[in-house]
């Protein structure tokens, strides 16, 4: 406990900067590319901010205990020599894979806190946002934080992908944290870019910012991957119309029938 407290001011200093570097990023995109006209220091910012500080602090411990226990798990599976065959797989490869499969781990977390109340109770955090922009990405519940993203790190530790003995298993967890983190503050944002064909393919604005729509029962509770859209098509939780982006956001009305002509998919 004390290691802990000791290392908190370094950790605080690196959420700073981390604080500095997005913004130097995301605002000036959202000014210049922005989807829906609102201040940057919109209603619930400093709500927000709050929100950014406590999660990007508290989680990150909690997280570091809970992996430790995970290796502890898994090293007799790994020591047994099951997974030795994932070390011939080349160093990229096992990166694309470790995003891969964690993607569709945290799509589980992320289903089933939409799905079981009591998961629901942390998540509806999250979604009682009422304008979406980059800072949007840290609105949550520690505990749902948590919970999504050791979903994926027990898949990508279950298959063997994370495996210290592969001598990179730090280093594929520290590329899909770092790749999962970054992409998530992007999808957040308010940035009304479409990519076309390569929507369907990859998550975008559009894509996350419909999970957050609260204006229709067919957008609900649709496009849970972090990264990959098709694991959503294959799970049949995909919804994107081609032109339009939702007119509110939040959990306060109740959603109404959207127009099937107005469904359609990208």
């Given at each position: 406990?004390?290691?802990?407290?000791?290392?908190?001011?370094?950790?605080?200093?690196?959420?700073?900067?981390?604080?500095l570097l997005l913004m130097i990023i995301f605002v000036p995109?959202?000014?210049?590319?922005?989807?829906?006209?609102?201040?940057?220091?919109?209603?619930?910012?400093?709500?927000?901010?709050?929100?950014?500080?406590v999660n990007n602090l508290v989680p990150k411990l909690l997280l570091s205990l809970l992996v430790g226990g995970l290796f502890i798990i898994f090293r007799p599976i790994y020591a047994s020599g099951i997974f030795h065959w994932v070390g011939t797989l080349p160093l990229g490869f096992r990166f694309v894979l470790a995003i891969v499969v964690?993607?569709?781990?945290?799509?589980?977390?992320?289903?089933?806190?939409?799905?079981?109340?009591?998961?629901?109770?942390?998540h509806r955090i999250h979604h009682q946002a009422e304008a979406m922009d980059w800072l949007v990405t840290s609105r949550a519940h520690p505990v749902d934080m948590v919970f999504t993203r050791l979903c994926g790190l027990?898949?990508?530790y279950l298959s063997g992908l994370a495996q210290g003995s592969l001598g990179q298993?730090?280093?594929?967890?520290?590329?899909?944290?770092?790749i999962g983190g970054?992409?998530?503050?992007?999808?957040?944002?308010?940035?009304?870019?479409r990519f076309?064909?390569?929507?369907?393919?990859?998550?975008?604005?559009?894509?996350?910012?419909?999970?957050?729509?609260?204006?229709?029962?067919?957008?609900?509770d649709?496009?849970?991957?972090?990264?990959?859209?098709?694991?959503?098509?294959?799970?049949?939780?995909?919804?994107?119309?081609?032109?339009?982006?939702?007119e509110r956001y939040g959990l306060k009305e109740l959603p109404v029938e959207e127009p099937a002509d107005q469904a359609a998919e990208a």
């Open positions: 406990m004390l290691s802990l407290l000791a290392y908190m001011p370094s950790l605080g200093l690196q959420v700073l900067k981390g604080l995109l959202e000014l210049a590319f922005a989807q829906r006209s609102q201040s940057v220091f919109r209603p619930q910012w400093g709500e927000d901010m709050i929100y950014f500080w964690g993607d569709i781990g945290s799509y589980w977390g992320h289903r089933w806190s939409h799905e079981w109340p009591f998961l629901w109770h942390f027990t898949l990508i298993g730090t280093a594929v967890m520290t590329i899909y944290v770092l970054v992409w998530a503050y992007f999808v957040h944002a308010n940035i009304g870019w076309g064909f390569l929507e369907r393919w990859l998550a975008t604005p559009a894509f996350h910012h419909w999970h957050h729509s609260n204006e229709s029962i067919a957008s609900i649709k496009n849970y991957a972090a990264i990959f859209p098709w694991i959503d098509r294959f799970f049949l939780t995909y919804y994107l119309p081609r032109q339009r982006w939702p």
